[in-house]
Antibody, heavy 122, light 110 residues
Framework: QVQLQESGPGLVKPSETLSLTCAVS?????????WGWVRQPPGKGLEWIGS???????YYNPSLKSRVTVSVDTSKNQFSLKLSSVTAADTAVYYC???????????????WGQGTLVTVSS | QTVVTQEPSFSVSPGGTVTLTCGLS?????????PSWYQQTPGQAPRTLIY???SRSSGVPDRFSGSILGNKAALTITGAQADDESDYYC??????????FGGGTKLTVL
């Protein structure tokens, strides 16, 4: 069974960089799939942030692209999120997720972490 | 900018049937967008219900079904139960590695 677990600071200061890691168990990242991040501000809906493959191919939400880096570390079987120049608007629960594939198209999220709240405040 | 639209809220009686929809601010939703649906209860991570328009995720009861209705993707819950009271999100795959979430529908069972 694939399991994902987020970790990282729960409090980040404005203008600094938010950094989170998602540890994967039950599956080797180097075997394939895209791995991504989704966030949810308090009381609001879900927003896709970005996804990455161990080959280095990455995709980002155009609205966040200038501030986001998603990368995969196959040696540790984990992937990470970096979001720079954060503001209070980046306060959210951040979920890591695997991009599921079916019939040759990878188009949905099939496994999710439990989420971690990151608050941006001085 | 692409906006995926969902009803903000919906209510259904226990045992009843409800259909939630997922549209586009401009254009029609088709199977080419590989619509998927997720259920989320407060404080919990999303749970994958439906992918590729109408494929149920493992362990999802068959009273949840997905389809295309007219120009929208649809999630139908047949025989609604109290624990179906949740937020439901659709996601459209826009291609080129880009996903867009809908704003979510808050479903009340009463």
């Amino acid at each position: 069974q694939v399991q994902l677990q987020e970790s990282g600071p729960g409090l980040v200061k404005p203008s600094e960089t938010l950094s989170l890691t998602c540890a994967v168990s039950g599956y080797s990242i180097s075997s394939g799939y895209y791995w991504g991040w989704v966030r949810q501000p308090p009381g609001k809906g879900l927003e896709w942030i970005g996804s990455s493959h161990h080959s280095g191919r990455t995709y980002y939400n155009p609205s966040l692209k200038s501030r986001v880096t998603v990368s995969v570390d196959t040696s540790k079987n984990q992937f990470s999120l970096k979001l720079s120049s954060v503001t209070a608007a980046d306060t959210a629960v951040y979920y890591c997720a695997r991009v599921g594939c079916n019939g040759g198209t990878c188009s949905f999220f099939d496994y999710w972490g439990q989420g971690t709240l990151v608050t941006v405040s001085s | 900018q692409t906006v995926v639209t969902q009803e903000p809220s919906f209510s259904v009686s226990p045992g009843g049937t409800v259909t939630l929809t997922c549209g586009l601010s401009s254009g029609s939703v088709s199977t080419s967008y590989f619509p998927s649906w997720y259920q989320q209860t407060p404080g919990q991570a999303p749970r994958t219900l439906i992918y590729n328009t109408n494929s149920r995720s493992s362990g999802v009861p068959d009273r949840f079904s997905g389809s295309i209705l007219g120009n929208k993707a649809a999630l139908t819950i047949t025989g609604a139960q109290a624990d179906d009271e949740s937020d439901y999100y659709c996601v459209l795959y826009m291609g080129s590695g880009i996903w867009v979430f809908g704003g979510g529908t808050k479903l009340t069972v009463l």
